[in-house]
């Protein structure tokens, strides 16, 4: 499969080395899409078409988190993630991060409630 453009990603942060991260969750965010992108989930043509939408209508939203907000979108509308097992994810997700101590890495499974 032909690499990504990119240069088609609206407002995509870089330096002279390519795409730069602030956080490492931003570079798995990232890693994650070109993965996808080279399995065929989706071209990077619609990828960069659903990232500017996403932008467009969630201008507040840091730019990974965009990112990762488009990611997920797409995998939904591929049928890849089903809505439901995503909203469960990140109900997961929210309750290990609330039962995390402040500085621990989060775990899932790491909360008061049975999954």
């Known amino acids: 499969m032909n690499q990504p453009d990119l240069a088609r990603s609206p407002g995509i942060p870089t330096d002279d080395d390519g795409p730069v991260f602030a956080e490492p969750w931003e570079a798995r965010a990232f890693a994650l899409a070109l993965r ?19 932008i467009r209508e969630e201008p507040e939203l840091a ?5 990762l907000l488009t990611l997920e979108t797409l995998l939904a509308r591929t049928g890849t993630v089903p809505d439901a097992e995503r909203l469960q ?9 609330r039962a995390t101590p ?14």
Do not use: K, M
Request: charged fraction near 25%; aromatic fraction near 14%; include cysteine.
């Open 36 to 54: 996808c992108h080279e399995q065929g989930l989706f071209d990077w043509p619609s990828w960069a078409e659903a990232l500017a939408a996403t």
């Open 89 to 97: 994810r990140i109900d997961a997700w929210n309750r290990a991060a």
């Open 63 to 67: 730019y990974y988190r965009q990112w």
């Open 102 to 115: 402040h500085g621990e890495p989060i775990v899932l499974g790491r909360d008061t409630q049975d999954t």
